[in-house]
Structures are given as C-alpha cells and as structure tokens.
C-alpha cells in the first residue's frame, strides 16, 4: 500500500463510501451481466460484521437505487437498499431543499424515480408542462434525441436550472472506459444556453454531505474509495475525508503516483480487504 507520509498511513475512519463501477464489480456497456471484483463481497461482509457504517455511491443513474441494491444482492453483495445510493438521491434532497417542484429529466425510469419518491412532479420532453419547469436534470439516456436537447435548451431560456448526475467522461466496465451520456448531454446545452451545470453526483459536496449525513458522520471521519481521480479521489479530498483509491478500475497504480495536488489520494489499496485495516467502528 502505498500513501502520504505517516499521517495518513495512521488515519483511521470510521465509515466508507465506496464507488461502486470498477471498485466492486465491472459491468458491460449496457450496465448488465455484472462481474465482482475480487474482495468486495468479503469486505463488506466484514464492514457489517463489525458495525462499521457504508455506502455504496455510483455516479450511474439507470436504475432506482433499490432496484440496483436487488442487483447487487444477487451477486452475494450484502447492500441494503437504504446503502445504495446514486446522484438521483442526492438530487431528489437537493431539490427539496431548494423548493424545485417540477423537473424536466432527460433520463429513464431510474434517473426521475428518487424524485417522484419525494413528490417532485417529473416530465419527459414533449410532454404537456402542467406546471413551470424549475429545474432540468440530465442523467444516463443512451437515446437522447435532438428534440430531446431542444425541450431541455428551452426549459433552461425560460429560467430553469441545470442539473446533471454525473459530469465524468468515462466510467470503468469489461469493455474498456465507456463515455457518460449525461457528459456529452450537458456539453450540447453549455454550448446552446451558456447555463452552467450543478452536479449532484460526484465529485459535488453535495453528494458527499449527502452520503455523510446518511452515514451520520463527520466527512472528515469517512473514506471514499473509487478508481477515478477526477471523482472519488476529488470529492474526498475537498470535503477532509479519507481518499482512497483502487487499480480495479479507470486507474493503474502508475497513473495513481503520477496524481498531484487534489487527485492525489492519501492510500491506494494493493487490494480491496487492506481498507479493513483504516476503519473502526463509531
């Protein structure tokens, strides 16, 4: 394991978040027919032996978080639905607490699911407006249309907000990087409107606050643990929290010792299990 100095060597947590695509399983393009990664299914079996509080944060927004804790269920990962969570969550919170009553999402069923959850009226493009739209929300949709982009540009002249639930190009699967659609979604409508994008998922405080009052601890006591430096790596360190990453995914330990400044993280696991020696119950 390689690290920071003797300080973070030393650090201990007492909860983590880990990012789920190239740090416990791999999927396909199409985010299906998911492989585990070597040490997951142990780790957090242990985590839970002992009471140390996690999450499982994903910057995908395909799926309901429930329907993808059932996912991972299936594959031996022992996720409770209330731990799983996706920039959707974050959303439907931020949203609440900013009085957005109705979204435009250009998503599928998973993307807008969180919000309906919190009673926040949802359209799709085309669709009649019963209500002004105060926010638009980009998250994974493969069949973004043209018309799709024009409804969303309008939404946004007319005073609506932007959100996305991720703003990374690529992601980790069997494949190789695969691009985020809501990345390339939201770079039409920068150049359309000029509207600058709020992230929900991560690298945003927003996320990480999130997770961190649902894990009810301090971010300065929790590590995040991912494979991307621009997302993990950066959302722990801006908040105080433990960064951690893993050569499972986008990032090889090369590239990891290359990072400088607020990509770099404080430990990089040799394998998953070697995060058990940085946590301790609360």
């Not at 650090?11 to 983590?16: A, E, I, L, P």
């Not at 999402?105 to 926040?120: S, T």
């Not at 043209?146 to 069997?174: H, N, Q």
């Amino acid at each position: 394991m390689s690290g920071k100095g003797k300080s973070a060597r030393r650090r201990r947590v007492n909860g983590v978040v880990f990012d789920l695509d190239g740090t416990l399983v791999l999927s396909d393009r199409s985010l299906g027919n998911y492989e585990v990664l070597p040490g997951a299914r142990e780790v957090l079996a242990e985590l839970r032996t002992r009471g140390v509080p996690f999450l499982l944060l994903t910057n995908g927004s395909a799926y309901p978080p429930a329907q993808q804790a059932a996912k991972l269920r299936a594959l031996g990962l022992p996720v409770e639905d209330a731990q799983m969570l996706t920039p959707s969550s974050v959303a439907a919170d931020l949203f609440a607490r900013r009085g957005h009553r109705c979204v435009l999402v250009l998503g599928g069923e998973g993307v807008g699911h969180a919000l309906r959850a919190r009673g926040i009226a949802t359209l799709a493009p085309g669709q009649a407006t019963p209500a002004p739209v105060d926010a638009v929300y980009v998250g994974w949709h493969p069949g973004c249309t043209m018309p799709d982009i024009e409804a969303a540009a309008m939404a946004i002249w007319a005073g609506a907000r932007l959100y996305t639930a991720s703003d990374v190009r690529f992601f980790a699967t069997k494949g190789g990087r695969t691009i985020g659609y809501s990345y390339a979604i939201v770079g039409a409508l920068r150049r359309l409107t000029g509207a600058r994008a709020v992230v929900t998922g991560k690298p945003s405080l927003h996320a990480m606050r999130y997770a961190a009052r649902q894990l009810g601890l301090d971010a300065a006591r929790i590590a995040v643990v991912g494979d991307d430096p621009l997302v993990e790596i950066l959302m722990a360190r801006r908040a105080g929290g433990l960064a951690v990453g893993v050569t499972s995914g986008v990032t090889s330990a090369a590239e990891w010792r290359r990072q400088v400044g607020a990509l770099k993280p404080e430990l990089v696991l040799r394998a998953l299990p070697e995060i058990l020696a940085r946590v301790s119950p609360p």
